[in-house]
Every structure is written in C-alpha cells, then in structure tokens.
C-alpha cells in the first residue's frame, strides 16, 4: 500500500468542533462519579540478555532472493552470530565483538544480498510520572470521547497490541479485555507487567467501561492483546519491538501502540509495513525531552505529541516533522499494576489514546483500512498551533466524534483494482554480472502483500516490505539471455504480472564449468528456501 496519507501530502484540513450531547455529558459525570481515588504500588529467538548485550547487536536485512544457507554463510563469514531472525520480513539480530563492531557493519552494508544494516537501540518508555490517582477525566471530553460512544464503543473483533512491559491481567478493569499475548523478549507467553507501564498504558486505550468502577478507557470493547518487548528495566529495543510488530500481525491485531520515542530507523519502518499489510495501523509517542527532532517520518507509524488540559502543546513534548496527531498527555488518570489506579504524564499516554479512538473507528467501520483510518483521524482532528498541519500537533488534536462519524459514512466497498507493478532495474537490454540488485516498483489503492520476482518465468524471491529489492545471484548462471518479471499481490487478493524485461547476464565462470551451469538452468531455476 501507500504510506500513510498523513505523511505524504500536508493539506489544510478544516474540523468542526462538536458540543458534547446531553446524555453523553451524563454519562461522563456518572462515570468520574464512580472513579476512586486508590493507589497501588514466533520466530527463532534466543532470550534478550539486557541492555550490555546490545551494544554490539546489528539489525541485518537482506534481499529477497538469497537463501538461508547464503545468509547463514554471510553472517558467519563476519563471526556475527544470529540470536533471532523475524522471518517475515528477513531482519537478522545478530551479535558481534564489541570491537569489530563498526567493521562488520560496514561489510555487511557493502554486501550485494544485504539491504540495510542498523544497530540494535535501547529506547526507554515515553513516560515522565506516576502520581496519585486522581478522579479526573478530563481526556476524554477533551477529545470528545463521551460523543463517539454514542455511535461506538470499538469491536471486540479488533484487538489492540500494547507493545510494552506487558499487562497486569488480573486488574478488575482489565482481567475482562486482556487475551493471550506474547513475550518477545524471553520468547515466552509470559506477559505479565514487570514494571507497570504498560499496565498504565493498555488501560488508557481499551480498560473496561460503564462497569461502575475505575476508570474508562477509550475503546472500550476492543480486546487488549499483551506483547511484552522489554528488559526488567522496561527498556524496549528496536529488534523487540520489530518482532513485536510481526507477532501482532500475525495473530489478528488490527491496531498496534508503542509508547516508546523511536526516531527513524528501517527496521520499524519494515515492521510497522508489515503490520499495515496485515490491516494493522501502529501508533507510538512522539517523545517527551520537549526539542525539535528533525528525523523524517516513519510512513507507516502515527506519532502522537501531547497536549495539557488547556489544548496546548505539554511542555515536555517533542516536536519534528515526524509529529501526525496530538492527544491529551499530562495527568491521565489509568490503571496501574496490582489492581490500583494512578494518573500519568508524557507522550506515553497520548498515543494509547489515539490507538484508542482507532479502535473505536474499527467499531464504526470494522472494514477501514490504514490508510483510511490515519485519513479519518488527521482530516477531522481540532487544528492547533499555526493552521494547518504544524510540527509541534501535526494535523491537531485527535477529535474522536468527528472521526467515529466520518467513519460510519466512509465507503468500504470489495477492492477489484489490482495493483500496478514494473521492473524498475536493471534496464531492458542492461548487461550485469555477480550479484545483481533487481528492483521493483509496485504500487496499489490499498494495503499490498507481497512481490514476487520471477526469472525466465521461475520465481527467485518474494519480497514483503517496500522498496522491494531482490538479489539476483547470476553467478551460477551460464551467458546469455534472461526475461525478468514480477508479480504483485494486494491484501485482497488482486494481483498483476508486470511487463517483462531481457537482460544479458556476462559469462564470468571459468569455461570448464559452463556446461555445468547451462544444464542446471535447463533442469531448474526453482525458487530457494529465503532466510
């Protein structure tokens, strides 16, 4: 698919504020009435060691096309040793010695079969305070939360993935939504809360409501999915949190939140691709030390900035052209671990709201896809700060009224419009030798699946992620001739053989060993176990 809307083209979206309705406003009042004011203290993986270990951890992707046998030779050729591969989008976590570090990520990088290489970052949890629970919903009218559930309350068919230290499934506002989740740290189903923010954070998107005690939480009939992608200090790491993504995808997630600042990097942009390709859209905080970021942004993940009670930006929160949405963010009354209540503060706590509304859009509208839903959010969002869109609220604050009712009336209809896809290089009639990058471009009016590279009407590779790449190992080729062409497939199921391409492969093996090669293309050019 097409990234996010709201990364790609900045219009002036005008939004129309809404007074909250009388029966909504009561039910509001009967909720912070009830509110009392306690406090209580999948893929092949190796467990996460801590923070020390990562230091020397690399982030490796390949092409599509190269086998698992090339990668493990690759990585063992650099004594880089493999602790977890994600195999849906062939990102390798591997550890190296601490002092060959920038050595092996600079070979790596320089490999032909390698597509990126980045370091493994410890990124802590967006949140600045736990104070005292106090009664105080303020959030919700903010965002005009009482107004949409007039028209919904979510979907139980639409969980909610919280990335984080996992989730305290016994809490009585919780123990009813949480469902089986995933521990991608120690690559176990343990998801249990180690150090309670991501207790804080499942309960301000989705804790249960109307159910006369607690607190409320946004979507309030979406199921909370737990995926613990933290250390015991409750740091996340870019490989825990790319794993994360994949698993939720793959078990049903339709909206993903990491309140944790990431900043650029491939290997979440892969991920959070994934996830939109499996209908999924990922949130996460826009960061809370308050400067000016200028990372560009992550086309497939919304971050969210904070504002105060009074709709300005909170002063702690971070700004850039990354920013896409603003939420309330200081004082957020929320559950916390052991079965408490506290009020939180940071950009932690805006971007679960915003998942939130999200939730209730899929509730609105079970069939929005992800581009739909950040178009939902950003065109009927308050606009704060300078008109139009700005780095400090991006397209505004989050309106959950205005978007639940666009929503009802967005047309969702079959997709039947298949995608478009051509062979971007080499060029027709280029000649090429060695390890050959072969790239495609395909595009589609929705979410896509895969690319499938095909040569000499054999497929090579498949390919996940944008920009789709292959490596193209004509090293075990004889000279001559060969036709390049790729098939593209949509998330629902329209597909389209690009426009074939010649290209001349260069004989570089020694002559005794032509026959050889010329036969085995002959007998077959099947497609390789990818790693």
Known sequence: MSPLATHITKH???????????????????????????????????????????????????????????????????????????????????????????????????????????????????????????????????????????????????????????????HPDLAAKVMAGFNVFDNTGDTRDLSGHGTMVAGVAAAASDNEMGIAGVAWSNPIMPVRVTDTDGFAYTSTLAAGLVWAADHGARVANISFAIFGGQSLEAAAQYFASQGGVTFAAAGNDGFAHRDQANPWIISVAATDRNNQRATFSSTGPYVDLAAPGVAIPTTARDGGYAKASGTSFSSPIAAGVAGLLLGANPDLTPAQIGDLLAANARDLGAAGYDENYGWGLVNAADAVAAARVTLTGPDTTPPAVTIAAPGAGEAVRGIVTVSVAATDNGPMKRVVLHVDGRPRGSDVTAPYTFAWDTRTLAAGSYSLSAIAYDASGNWTVSPAVMITVIESLPAARRNVRAKSRRLSQGHAGQS
Request: aromatic share 4%; charged share 20%.
């Open 12 to 170: 002036t979206w005008a939004s129309n504020t809404r007074r909250l309705s009388a029966s909504a406003g009561a039910v509001l009042l009967a909720l912070l009435a009830l509110l009392s004011a306690r406090v209580a203290p999948a893929d092949d993986a190796a467990p996460v060691t801590g923070r020390a270990a990562h230091g020397a951890r690399l982030l490796v992707q390949t092409k599509g096309g190269v086998a698992s046998a090339e990668v493990r030779a690759l990585l063992g050729q650099h004594k880089a040793a493999r602790v977890r591969r994600i195999r849906a989008i062939r990102l390798h976590v591997v550890t190296v010695q601490a002092d060959q570090l920038e050595a092996v990520e600079a070979a790596l990088r320089a490999d032909p079969r390698v597509r990126f290489v980045e370091r493994d970052q410890a990124i802590p949890p967006a949140m600045l305070s736990a104070d005292p629970y106090m009664a105080d919903a303020y959030h919700l009218a903010r965002i005009e939360c009482p107004a949409a559930w007039d028209v919904s309350t979510g979907s139980a068919s639409a969980p909610i993935a919280i990335l984080d230290s996992g989730v305290d499934a016994s």
